[in-house]
């Protein structure tokens, strides 16, 4: 059984930073797949904001996020992190961690259909 567990979220203020993780417990290890980061409001379907490779630890990121963000994983720990810095109010969203025992291209990386395992998702509120 795969179970994925995220922290970190929480309440801060525009220009703030905030770091997410994701652990990953698994008869399997993900070391070798990939692991992504989405976020939902909502109304609104679940949007992709980072993933990254497990063997070349390759990383993609959606356009409202670029250059602010940044996924990195701790292979030997099963964990996947999100450094968010520079949040604005529209980065406001429970955060979701997945991961998927494939190895999909590049453009299905972004979709949340790939992925077959989910965590519970964390709050993450950006207000002044």
């Known amino acids: 059984q795969v179970q994925l567990v995220e922290s970190g979220g929480g309440l801060v203020r525009p220009g703030d930073s905030l770091r997410l993780s994701c652990v990953a417990t698994s008869g399997r290890t993900f070391i070798t797949y990939p692991m992504a980061w989405f976020r939902q409001t909502p109304g609104n379907d679940r949007e992709f904001v980072a993933a990254?490779?497990?063997?070349?630890?390759?990383?993609y990121y959606g356009d409202s996020v670029k250059g602010r963000f940044t996924v990195s994983r701790d292979r030997g720990k099963n964990t996947v992190f999100l450094q968010m810095n520079s949040l604005k109010s529209e980065d406001t969203a429970v955060y979701y961690c997945a991961a998927d025992f494939g190895s999909p291209i590049s453009m299905y990386l972004r979709r949340a259909s790939t992925y077959e395992f989910w965590g519970q998702g964390t709050q993450v509120t950006v207000s002044s």
């Open positions: 990254i490779r497990g063997n070349s630890g390759s990383t």
